[in-house]
């Protein structure tokens, strides 16, 4: 399989900052090379302002697979909808273009954190909690800030850490190795992408970032990827977007929902609240609905999983 390496935005110029490691790892990934036809033209129709409600409703019809999973997510207790959704149609008035888009990312990513036993405290089941968290999080930071679109911050937040589970499935042993190295440090000093690049050779954000720009995602979704854990080297012009992501995954560790399922992070940064314009007022609500989104989250994510 032919698989090109994305071009890099010069504001982007650390991604990935090796490019040969990652691609080689890449090149191993066959069956998610690139996303599906069909994720490709949601994708492009819900950003485009002149898109009918029966064009996406066609397309997402002509993937059946597809179709019964955001039906069924968005009859699932996350909802709370008063009355079963019946068709398509109906779901995409009550949720709109976006909400519909987001569902079905989710529906082609979430199949890849299925079938796994798990490695001590990490599990695939509870990575994809974790990234899902962080997506509603994200939003609710979005939300809060003003500064960023939610269903934006949604989305990169769900896909933040896409490169973790690719490790897992296609570096397993070197992938045990990284856990193995965070379960010695309970306290999580040592940040993970600095562990990752010592064992490794990369860290999971530079993968998730490279399969990211394969897929053709946008540059503010691929950047909020790329350097949600390193927003003090990004130059480029989506700052509020990768901070509001950092935030949201900053937040999950200290609600005690970490990707691997131990501490790999930090309190959150003052310096992300500042750069969102998020005042302790609004600081304190977020915090405060924690709980609530995390647990919305859960139901989100196995929903999604079945």
Known sequence: MNVQTPEVNPASDCLPSHADAVDRVFQRIGEISSLPAVALQIMELAADSDTDAEDLIGVIRSDPGLAMRIMRTVNSSYHGLRQQVSDLKQAVMLLGFQEIRN????????????????????????????????????QVVAEKSARVNGHEAYLAGLLHDVGLVLADQYLHTLFCRIIDSCAADPLGETPLCQREREI?????????????????????????????????RYTGPHRKIVAAVALADSLCHLKGL?????????????????????????????????????????????????
């Not at 992070?265 to 915090?287: D, K, N, T, Y």
Request: proline share 5%; glycine share 8%.
């Open 103 to 138: 569902l079905a990312l989710s529906a082609f990513v979430a199949p890849l954190f299925r079938q796994t036993s798990g490695y001590r405290s990490y599990s695939r089941a509870e990575l994809w909690n974790h990234m899902v968290g962080t997506g509603m999080v994200a």
């Open 200 to 232: 490794v050779g990369f860290d999971h954000a530079e993968l998730g970032a490279h399969v990211a720009a394969n897929w053709r995602l946008p540059q503010h979704l691929t950047d909020a990827i790329g350097f949600h854990h390193a927003i003090e």
């Open 258 to 306: 970490p990707p691997l399922g131990l501490p790999t992070s930090g309190m959150p940064s003052a310096e992300l609240f500042l750069e969102l314009g998020i005042g302790r007022q609004h600081a304190a609500m977020i915090v405060a609905q924690l709980d609530e989104t995390l647990a919305k989250a859960n139901i989100m994510a196995r929903s999604q999983l079945r």
